[in-house]
């Protein structure tokens, strides 16, 4: 059974409350591996029915991202230092699109994460490798997660 994972009120990619935002929910379907559904409106194309390459960079960033999360009680929060994107097809709009992020590596204070962004016939669009550095205890320490809105929120 998925867990879904914690949303925030702010953030671009999982804020509920952000007027601009995707609006994305998460959900771990097994250890170090998140899936996810995305249907892209007309206002963040690119090229005319294609999603902008901008947007699909930001999907795959948060995908790879959350793979190494964990449970929502304990989560990891990481940076990503390094991204590489490879845009195999045209990302269309108006349909719904299935993200996948799975870790790859997990050491002390890095990691290593692949995402895949997908249409409903399961044709590989867009993926990305990611290194990934946690973020630094300091900065946690100073950050109150409840003010922020990250918990788990009911569908």
């Known amino acids: 059974m ?7 009120r702010m953030c671009f990619v999982c804020g509920l409350e952000n ?8 959900y771990e379907t ?11 409106p007309e206002h963040f194309q690119g090229y ?12 795959l960033d948060e995908i ?3 793979a190494l999360m964990g449970p ?10 390094k991204i590489e994107v490879k845009y195999r097809h045209n ?8 993200l996948v992020g799975k870790a790859l590596t997990v050491k002390a204070r890095t990691a290593t994460a692949w995402g895949g962004l997908y249409d409903p016939e399961g044709t590989l669009l867009a993926e990305a490798t990611a290194l990934l550095v946690d973020v ?6 100073g950050t109150n997660l409840d003010a922020l809105g990250w918990r788990v929120y009911p569908e």
């Open 91 to 98: 990302v269309p709009l108006g349909v719904p699109l299935r």
């Open 48 to 59: 005319p029915g294609v999603l902008h390459g901008g947007i699909v960079a930001t999907l």
């Open 30 to 40: 097994a250890p170090g591996e998140v899936t996810a559904t995305y249907t892209a």
């Open 136 to 141: 630094p205890q300091e900065v946690l320490d």
């Open 64 to 66: 790879t991202g959350r």
């Open 2 to 8: 998925p867990t879904k994972q914690p949303n925030s």
């Open 19 to 26: 007027p601009a935002g995707l609006h994305l929910h998460f």
């Open 72 to 81: 929502p009680e304990n989560p990891r929060f990481m940076y990503t230092a």
